[in-house]
């Protein structure tokens, strides 16, 4: 075990990527990830279906691009807000679960692939629960006096 921890050692370059692995591993157990990635990931989908059609949309009326990229910039945004407001992170996941619900409306949903990571990110981020300290928690039957 020890040959196998100088081994790593002498590899120049691998304590500054150790050390910023351990610092991304210590922010993202703080928050909400694969909640916010996802719907971040989802945004980005519902926004590129518009995006491809509006060549041939602009003719019919442009209020489909329009109100498809509006439903996708904010998809967007609430996974930005569950990534960099974890406090919020049930609010946000919310808010994301309906809005890719609403983007079938104008972006056909990401062609419901991105209504549906949509969906299962806004429930991650609405399931997260931050993780507790030791010395603070404390029994549901005990009753106070």
């Not at 921890?5 to 002498?10: A, D, E, G, H, K």
């Not at 299962?120 to 603070?136: F, M, P, Q, S």
């Amino acid at each position: 075990m020890a040959s196998e921890q100088t081994n790593t050692t002498m590899i120049p370059g691998i304590a500054p990527l150790r050390r910023r692995h351990n610092q991304f591993t210590a922010w993202r157990v703080k928050r909400p990830f694969l909640g916010g990635v996802l719907l971040l990931l989802a945004g980005l989908i519902i926004g590129y279906v518009p995006l491809q059609f509006a060549g041939e949309l602009i003719f019919i009326g442009g209020t489909f691009t329009i109100i498809g990229l509006v439903f996708a910039t904010f998809v967007f945004l609430t996974g930005v807000g569950a990534l960099a407001m974890p406090e919020h992170a049930t609010i946000f996941g919310v808010a994301g679960v309906v809005l890719s619900i609403l983007s079938l409306m104008g972006a056909l949903g990401g062609l419901l692939i991105g209504m549906l990571i949509g969906i299962i990110g806004g429930n991650l981020c609405v399931a997260w629960e931050r993780k507790r300290k030791t010395g603070d928690d404390t029994s549901a039957g005990e009753a106070s006096a």
